[in-house]
């Protein structure tokens, strides 16, 4: 058992800041109950991803776009990899993206999302999730802006309109002949915060500072929340960007898929990551754009 904090968001952020806020300083890492998003939503949202990859294989494959960095639509199994990995993880997976109005001054950052034509419920499922999420996570920033002594709404305006991304992901069952390979091999986040739904199946598992792996198990419909790089380096590293995996199942579970639906929440593409200034010292890194930042760390996990 750990002290990663499971805080419910019904409270008044006053009230759960500081518990949210060590807990993110200490492991990366807090569940997060209570927070908004309809049961029903999640229940046709689950539905509706596992439709998707049980579609032919043929047929998921008229939706990949080479060149986007995966950034929309279907990226196949065995394409992504940690930074520093030698191998593939064992997934495959969909991304939805914000749709912006046309003429709008960010547009050219984030490319058009793409529908799968053979489910007719599918875009507005995951329209209406991503922006469930996308309330969600500004809350938890709120939250997150008390923590750290700012305003309570700092974080709006640097996420307005940003180029967050939301993941299906299916794990296959896992192979016999994937020895070497995990699910998901030990990375960190690139984004501002991950809000992560579908945890409650073991197997996600966050670094400690002791260098030992903790098992992250929320109750069944919370959230996994974590931070991501960016907002560490806005932080110079007092709230962690923590390593974590998605490891291997033994047993039966071995024989089923795995599904989870992450959205990465980013910053805007043109605001500057640079440390806040009661958290600068002589040791932060130099400002960088969101969106020069992110197409760095793309090339390195193989995306871009």
Request: aromatic share 8%; hydrophobic share 40%; charged share 25%.
């Amino acid at each position: 058992m750990t002290d990663i904090a499971s805080v419910s968001l019904a409270r008044p952020l006053e009230d759960l800041s500081g518990e949210l806020g060590r807990s993110f300083a200490e492991y990366g890492f807090a569940i997060v109950r209570d927070h908004g998003i309809p049961a029903d939503l999640i229940v046709r949202a689950e539905k509706m991803s596992r439709a998707f990859f049980d579609l032919p294989e043929e047929t998921k494959r008229r939706y990949h776009q080479p060149g986007l960095g995966g950034a929309r639509g279907y990226t196949p199994f065995g394409i992504e990899r940690a930074k520093g990995a030698e191998v593939h993880d064992l997934k495959e997976f969909w991304h939805v993206g914000r749709t912006l109005p046309p003429g709008h001054s960010l547009e050219a950052y984030m490319a058009p999302n793409v529908w799968p034509e053979e489910l007719t419920e599918f875009r507005s499922t995951f329209e209406e999730l991503f922006a469930a999420f996308d309330r969600t996570g500004l809350r938890i920033l709120s939250a997150i802006a008390l923590h750290l002594e700012l305003e309570r709404d700092f974080f709006a305006a640097t996420v307005e309109d940003g180029n967050s991304v939301m993941r299906l992901l299916h794990y296959p069952p896992v192979s016999p002949g994937a020895e070497g390979a995990i699910r998901a091999a030990a990375h960190e986040d690139i984004n501002t915060i991950t809000l992560l739904l579908g945890a409650e199946e073991a197997g996600l598992e966050l670094l400690a500072k002791d260098g030992s792996w903790l098992p992250v198990s929320p109750p069944e419909g919370a959230l996994a929340v974590n931070i991501g790089d960016m907002l560490q380096r806005l932080t110079n590293g007092h709230l962690r960007s923590t390593t974590h995996r998605v490891v291997n199942p033994s047993g039966p579970a071995a024989r089923r898929s795995r599904y989870s639906m992450p959205f990465f929440l980013h910053f805007r593409p043109d605001f500057l990551i640079e440390p806040l200034p009661q958290c600068a010292d002589e040791n932060a890194e130099p400002p960088i754009t969101a969106h020069d930042y992110l197409q760095q760390r793309l090339r390195e996990i193989n995306l871009a």
